[in-house]
């Protein structure tokens, strides 16, 4: 539009607004969006929080108990790194102040043995349960008839509650139970040493299993259909389809699997602890802690302490280890395609 004096007038524009990012572009306004947060963040402060740092501190004091040379109770007070010297280098606090290597069967000797325990059902569990749940994830990805009956029914063991699953296990491995029978064995499966951990390594196999068959199969259901039959056309056989197309295809998936039930092998109790009954041969870290606590809540604080960053440290190389293999096998395909 030009005015009489052949000025050039810009036509009107809508009033120029700044563009914002983050959560400012969510609530206009100029709202504080960490309010809509805080009663979250305040009650996980409250729950997760404060026993956390509680537990730290209660590991650096001394239980309470009888004093020896007195004869009268006394509180306990600093105690400095001797309850974790205790535990990790197998040494006991003296009355007097100073320490001494703990003797044989002292719970101080005790914790390396349930470091390696717990490791062992760990390293074993998850092994079979991947196996075996990538099996039967295949069987249940087909399509037949009875598909969603057979879904429903793999998935029993899993819902069945862990303390029923061992209480059912333990009937089952006893002296007399049905094992021996049917194997026509005499072996005293809940106080043997070796045998103790195979039928607990079996209980919680069969419980978790349909755990990790689920997760595979999510990931199962992904992978195209056209691809296979590409594969079928050119001739790949069934063992070539399976190791070159379902295996790079299923790795994110199954690691994620493998993460979840590291993790949660790692804070394995109930099972050995109902099945065995206190049996050494199966104690884990947790139920080790457990059977701390009634003894001395400080120095069981510290063997929580000790648990809960080696728990970390294994959930560390994890996520690093096979996080970064699942996000390069995603890189891979995004490329492929």
């Known amino acids: 539009m030009s005015d009489p004096s052949g000025a050039t007038q810009a036509a009107p524009t809508a009033p120029e607004t700044k563009r914002r990012t983050g959560f400012r572009a969510v609530l206009p306004g100029g709202g504080r969006p960490w309010l809509f947060v805080a009663p979250v963040l305040l009650a996980l402060a409250v729950v997760i929080g404060y026993p956390v740092v509680r537990a730290v501190w209660m590991s650096f004091q001394k239980d309470s108990g009888?004093?020896?040379?007195?004869?009268?109770?006394?509180e306990g007070g600093p105690a400095g790194f001797g309850n974790y010297t205790h535990w990790l280098l197998q040494q006991c606090q003296l009355p007097g102040g100073g320490v001494e290597s703990c003797p044989t069967g002292n719970l101080g000797s005790q914790f390396w043995a349930a470091v390696a325990v717990t490791l062992l059902f760990t390293v074993v569990t998850v092994t079979l349960e991947a196996t075996i749940g990538l099996g039967m994830a295949m069987v249940m990805g087909k399509t037949f008839r009875g598909r969603a009956l057979l879904r429903a029914a793999v998935l029993i063991p899993w819902a069945i509650p862990t303390a029923v699953t061992a209480r059912l296990w333990e009937f089952m491995f006893q002296y007399d139970g049905v094992v021996n029978r049917v194997l026509h064995t005499h072996l005293l499966w809940q106080t043997d040493p070796t045998w103790s951990r195979?039928?607990?390594?079996?209980?919680?196999?069969?419980?978790?299993?349909?755990?990790m068959a689920l997760l595979i199969l999510a990931g199962l259901q992904v992978i195209p259909g056209d691809v296979y039959e590409a594969a079928r056309v050119d001739g790949a056989s069934a063992w070539q389809r399976f190791t070159q197309i379902t295996l790079p295809l299923l790795k994110p998936a199954l690691l994620v699997a493998v993460l979840f039930r590291t993790m949660d092998a790692l804070r394995l109790y109930d099972l050995p602890a109902i099945m065995t009954q206190g049996n050494p041969a199966t104690r884990t870290i947790s139920i080790l802690v457990v059977d701390q606590v009634r003894q001395g809540a400080n120095s069981a604080s510290a063997l929580s302490v000790l648990t809960f960053f080696m728990i970390f440290a294994v959930a560390f190389v994890l996520v690093k280890v096979l996080g970064a293999n699942a996000v390069a096998t995603q890189e891979e395909q995004r490329k492929a395609h």
């Open 66 to 74: 009888l004093n020896e040379a007195t004869g009268m109770f006394e």
């Open 198 to 211: 195979v039928a607990v390594i079996t209980a919680d196999v069969w419980k978790t299993t349909p755990f």
